[in-house]
Structures are given as structure tokens and as C-alpha cells.
T-cell receptor, first 114, second 112 residues
Framework: NAGVTQTPKFQVLKTGQSMTLQCAQDMNHNSMYWYRQDPGMGLRLIYYSASEGTTDKGEVPNGYNVSRLNKREFSLRLESAAPSQTSVYFC?????????????FGDGTRLSIL | KQEVTQIPAALSVPEGENLVLNCSFTDSAIYNLQWFRQDPGKGLTSLLLIQSSQREQTSGRLNASLDKSSGRSTLYIAASQPGDSATYLCAVESYNNNDMRFGAGTRLTVKP
């Protein structure tokens, strides 16, 4: 049972480069999320998709775009990477937002911007 | 804006001790509160979810309580083991925020 799978696990970029982080879940969940985790700050929501076909901004959306490709997949794109985007990125999914079931997380993508 | 605080940031205890981790939040209009465990280099694993209408949840040696009126939750770990060493995070989904807000976590070390 894979749960939430993120690729790649590690990535180093130069300032100004672009890349897409991939996320897929096999739990038939409706809602998916992208977070970033920085030392001492907990996790902060970048974007979420409450259901297939919808996306909305979270707390820190600037510099990012997302695509809910289908029910399983939710990608995060950095169009022009900046050193401030160096972080660990987590994808998560849940049956629904604000529900009675918890969010399930992937193992993260460790991204360094030089 | 919901603010979630966890104190202490780090805690070290000998094996076998019972311990309590604390979480406080500023806005009591919440849907739920969740406790997660994070091992180094890994993602978060959900431990317990307490809905707004509930006062506590239990799973094995773990018990989480919720007091909305005071904006507090505690995670009680009984008979701690070295395998419990990890970072524990609490998170709150609120009526007045689009997102789930996380505390910065408590890093727990259980010494053999």
C-alpha cells in the first residue's frame, strides 16, 4: 500500500531554474495539499485542492503554481526558483477537508536552491 | 489568524516515564485538532484526530485531550520507550482559516 508518493526525493537547482514536484496518492482521496517545512516554523500550506478540478491558495502561495491533473495526482511547479524556496516540500491527501479523517503525508522532497 | 504553539521545543526523558506534550491555539472556532509524529527525514504520521465535539481520543499508550474553551490540547504518552523518540506536531483546522495550522513541534528523546 503506497499511500502518498512524491518524486523526486532530493533536488538541487540554480536560481531562476524551473521544476515540477510530483505527487500521487492511491487512497481515492478527494483532497490534496502541498506544504513546505522550514526549520523552527512548522509546516505551512502552499496550495490545496479540495476536489478534482479545483485548486486554492494556502498561506504561502507566492512563487508557486499547482495542477490537479486527476483525482490521484497533484503537482507543484516552481517557475523561477529563488533561494528563499529552499525547503522540504510535503504532499498530503485526505478524504475531505475539515473532516473526521486525518491527512496522509508523503516522505517529502528536499529542495535546495543555489 | 490561528496561531499554534508547542512548548517545550525539546524534551528528554528516561525510558518508562509518563509524559505530556502541550499544544495551545488562539482561535477556539475549530473543526478538529490532530497530533502527528515525524521521524527524521520522513513525512508526518497521524497519531490522533480529535473532532471539535470530542474531548479526547485514545490509541494504545497515547491519549490526546482537547479543551476548546482554553485553547489547549495535551498528548499523554504512557510508559515511554526509545522508539517513541521523534518530533510530535499538533495541527488545527479552523473555521476562520483555509488551511490547517501547525505548531513547530516538540522534539522528544527517550533515553534507554
Amino acid at each position: 500500500n503506497a499511500g502518498v508518493t512524491q518524486t523526486p526525493k532530493f533536488q538541487v537547482l540554480k536560481t531562476g531554474q524551473s521544476m515540477t514536484l510530483q505527487c500521487a496518492q492511491d487512497m481515492n482521496h478527494n483532497s490534496m495539499y502541498w506544504y513546505r517545512q522550514d526549520p523552527g516554523m512548522g509546516l505551512r500550506l502552499i496550495y490545496y485542492s479540495a476536489s478534482e478540478g479545483t485548486t486554492d491558495k494556502g498561506e504561502v502561495p507566492n512563487g508557486y503554481n499547482v495542477s490537479r491533473l486527476n483525482k490521484r495526482e497533484f503537482s507543484l511547479r516552481l517557475e523561477s526558483a529563488a533561494p528563499s524556496q529552499t525547503s522540504v516540500y510535503f504532499c498530503a491527501s485526505s478524504e475531505a477537508r475539515r473532516g473526521s479523517q486525518p491527512q496522509h503525508f508523503g516522505d517529502g522532497t528536499r529542495l535546495s536552491i543555489l | 489568524k490561528q496561531e499554534v504553539t508547542q512548548i517545550p521545543a525539546a524534551l528528554s526523558v528516561p525510558e518508562g516515564e509518563n509524559l505530556v506534550l502541550n499544544c495551545s491555539f488562539t482561535d477556539s472556532a475549530i473543526y478538529n485538532l490532530q497530533w502527528f509524529r515525524q521521524d527524521p527525514g520522513k513525512g508526518l504520521t497521524s497519531l490522533l484526530l480529535i473532532q471539535s465535539s470530542q474531548r479526547e481520543q485514545t490509541s494504545g499508550r497515547l491519549n490526546a485531550s482537547l479543551d476548546k474553551s482554553s485553547g489547549r490540547s495535551t498528548l499523554y504518552i504512557a510508559a515511554s520507550q526509545p522508539g517513541d523518540s521523534a518530533t510530535y506536531l499538533c495541527a488545527v483546522e479552523s473555521y476562520n482559516n483555509n488551511d490547517m495550522r501547525f505548531g513547530a513541534g516538540t522534539r522528544l528523546t527517550v533515553k534507554p
